[in-house]
């Protein structure tokens, strides 16, 4: 079993910077590839990117390409987003996950709201 507890959303303005952290928990954690998806009101939850348990491989939404970095630290258990560039459009709830792929969904973290600002 996986536990997932994110932190770091705020209210930023358009253009502006935030990193969202994710502490995992439970013994196998650090075998999971980890992921960062996001859901808008009224809309579905969306893949943002996801890095690999060796941190070697990364996936990210083209949307996101260029402008959010995924990155993660084993000896503490815990995946960062670093967001840059923030857009309105980003502005969601972001929810950790883990799991066996590159698309991980086996384990959720609660979310954590972002809000962007024009």
């Known amino acids: 079993q996986v536990q997932l507890v994110e932190s770091g959303g705020g209210l930023v303005q358009a253009g502006g910077s935030l990193r969202l952290s994710c502490a995992a928990s439970?013994?196998?954690?650090?075998?999971?590839?980890m992921g960062w998806y996001r859901q808008a009101p009224g809309k579905e939850r969306d893949f943002v990117a996801a890095?690999?348990?060796?941190?070697?491989?990364?996936n990210y939404a083209d949307s996101v390409k260029g402008r959010f970095t995924i990155s993660r630290d084993n000896a503490k258990n815990t995946v960062y987003l670093q967001m840059n560039s923030l857009k309105p459009e980003d502005t969601a709830v972001y929810y950790c996950?883990?799991?066996?792929?590159?698309?991980?969904?086996?384990?959720w973290g609660q979310g954590t709201q972002v809000t962007v600002s024009s």
């Open positions: 439970g013994r196998t954690a650090r075998y999971y590839a």
């Open positions: 890095i690999s348990w060796s941190g070697g491989d990364t």
């Open positions: 996950a883990a799991g066996g792929s590159m698309t991980p969904n086996n384990y």
